[in-house]
């Protein structure tokens, strides 16, 4: 069966049919903010660390498969259906979802009702938007109810997902208006909040996910929705939800829009409150206003998408291979982006919940996006660099967030320090920006343990160089090149590695190869 297809003049993935053998997703977001999308509107959004601020909650290997998202439910008389078929799966007369780079659109139709629902990320804003224009392309009067659907995770996604006995009791919102704002433990602990908005008067709201999905309910035929009403529920403890709730009349032929905004708001410590309980939504309301018209967001989604036309624009590849053509141009470089986003910390597959950025991965990942973004290479090569022992081992993973090692794994991974050295070597054949060798790098992110980049890179080389085995090959130490490689784990003996010493152009030959440059 064909899925879909590639679309090489829009640089989108056209996904046919909503029934993929897995769900297909998309990488939404540049810098602080991110959503993960599937083709059903499955998924989940975070600011920059998917385990420490996660705003929107995900149930991984769940049954149905992929059943917690951004959802939008149309109730057309007895009639209720989602513009991505998710979560009441009823059958479309018409679907069709386009993967484009850092947008997705769904379009779809229904009892002549045609929705299009447009999901991205601004390049400057720590925000998701969802553009939603819903049409009637019947000759009659349409009355509709428009209701949206998001569940709020707890911040911190292990707590969020474990830690229940506190959980039933912490979770908080105020509204105001149109806006639904998420403040869980923000009187107590934290200084950010989530807010959720549409551009328009809402005839009712909730944020009871118990009380909106009614008992024994799930996502598909939600209480709420098939009673055309809002409960205009509040929120206090577990189930914390934002629900807007939309009455619509759609005259023959006409189109309205909708805008929805999920943001993520940080105050100072000394600004948190407008008055006694009462947070501080001057960021949110400047956020939103930002995002109130088509107009508005037409000319940023267009901003997003020069940016990506300036990103491929500085490698391109000219071959009669069609297929060839399209992934070095378009898809293998997007893919490299999502990779430096990511860095495998958040996926469908990789809950967020635990290893953060790889030490490992990180250095790899700069080969394949310093050419596009070396600027912000070269601050990642320093944050690498940072989470770096004095005696030149590594943390193998580090938290997106803080910038910090992460303490679960660890580190005795002895090919990661070698992985630094290569990925300064690529920026510096990429930019021949050699002053990066003298910027002052902190060991473990210690600031008294501060020194040059270079050094770094030296007792990287030093650390492999004294760890040698009895025929003067490096020791192999946790999963070294290769997560499966962990030898140490069933002996006794230390294990060597001839892969660590790598080909001639390998990270030893780099090593050297930086070291000449101050001879």
């Avoid at 660390?49 to 705003?55: E, T």
């Avoid at 993973?397 to 005795?412: A, F, H, V």
């Avoid at 300064?424 to 990066?436: M, P, Q």
């Amino acid at each position: 069966m064909k899925y879909g297809y590639f679309d090489d003049q829009q640089k989108e993935y056209v996904i046919t049919t909503p029934k993929t053998p897995l769900p297909w997703i998309n990488y939404l977001g540049n810098e602080g903010f991110f959503s993960l999308i599937s083709n059903t509107c499955g998924g989940y959004s975070f600011y920059k660390d998917a385990k420490l601020l996660r705003l929107t909650r995900y149930r991984y290997n769940n049954v149905p498969v992929d059943t917690n998202g951004k959802y939008y439910y149309i109730k057309d008389g007895d009639t209720i259906w989602n513009p991505a078929w998710q979560p009441t799966k009823t059958d479309l007369d018409s679907y069709e979802c386009r993967h484009g780079l850092g947008y997705s659109r769904f379009t779809a139709s229904k009892n002549g009702v045609k929705s299009t629902l447009t999901a991205f990320v601004p390049l400057h804003d720590h925000c998701e938007i969802n553009h939603l224009v819903l049409t009637n392309d019947t000759d009659t009067v349409k009355e509709l109810t428009l209701t949206s659907y998001i569940e709020f995770c707890f911040w911190n996604a292990v707590d969020d997902m474990t830690n229940f006995q506190r959980n039933y009791s912490i979770g908080e919102v105020e509204i105001t208006g149109s806006e639904i704002y998420h403040k869980t433990e923000y009187r107590e602990r934290r200084n950010h909040y989530a807010v959720y908005s549409v551009n328009c008067p809402i005839d009712g709201f909730d944020t009871n996910r118990d009380a909106f999905l009614g008992a024994y309910n799930g996502a598909d035929s939600p209480e709420t929705v098939v009673k055309g009403e809002a409960g205009n529920t509040i929120a206090s403890g577990w189930g914390v939800i934002g629900s807007h709730h939309l009455k619509i009349t759609l005259q023959p032929k006409e189109s309205k829009s909708f805008i929805f905004l999920l943001g993520y708001i940080e105050n100072e410590e000394d600004e948190k409150w407008e008055s006694l309980n009462v947070i501080n939504k001057k960021p949110a309301r400047a956020l939103i206003e930002k995002y109130q018209t088509e107009e508005q967001v037409l000319f940023v989604l267009e901003q997003l998408a020069s940016y990506w036309d300036s990103l491929l624009s500085k490698y391109t590849l000219s071959c009669k291979d069609e297929k060839l053509s399209r992934m070095v141009n378009i898809w293998n470089q997007y893919q490299c982006m999502v990779t430096f986003n990511m860095s495998r910390s958040a996926s469908y597959f990789e809950s967020g919940t635990g290893r953060g950025m790889g030490f490992r991965d990180s250095c790899q990942d700069l080969l394949g996006f310093v050419h596009l973004i070396p600027d912000r290479a070269r601050e990642r090569i320093l944050d690498i660099a940072a989470t770096q022992f004095e005696d030149g081992s590594a943390y193998h993973q580090y938290q997106p967030l803080t910038k910090k090692g992460n303490l679960d794994i660890g580190s005795g991974f002895n090919d990661d320090p070698l992985w630094l050295i290569a990925g300064t070597a690529a920026y510096l054949k990429e930019t021949g920006d050699f002053s990066i060798l003298e910027e002052m790098v902190d060991f473990d992110n210690d600031p008294t343990k501060a020194d040059t980049l270079l050094e770094h890179l030296r007792r990287s080389f030093q650390y492999t160089v004294t760890h040698l085995g009895s025929h003067n090959l490096p020791l192999i130490g946790r999963a070294d090149w290769n997560d499966c490689l962990n030898l140490n784990c069933f002996s006794k003996h230390p294990g060597e590695s001839f892969q660590i010493t790598g080909p001639s152009e390998g990270p030893v030959a780099e090593s050297v190869f930086i070291a000449g440059m101050f001879v």
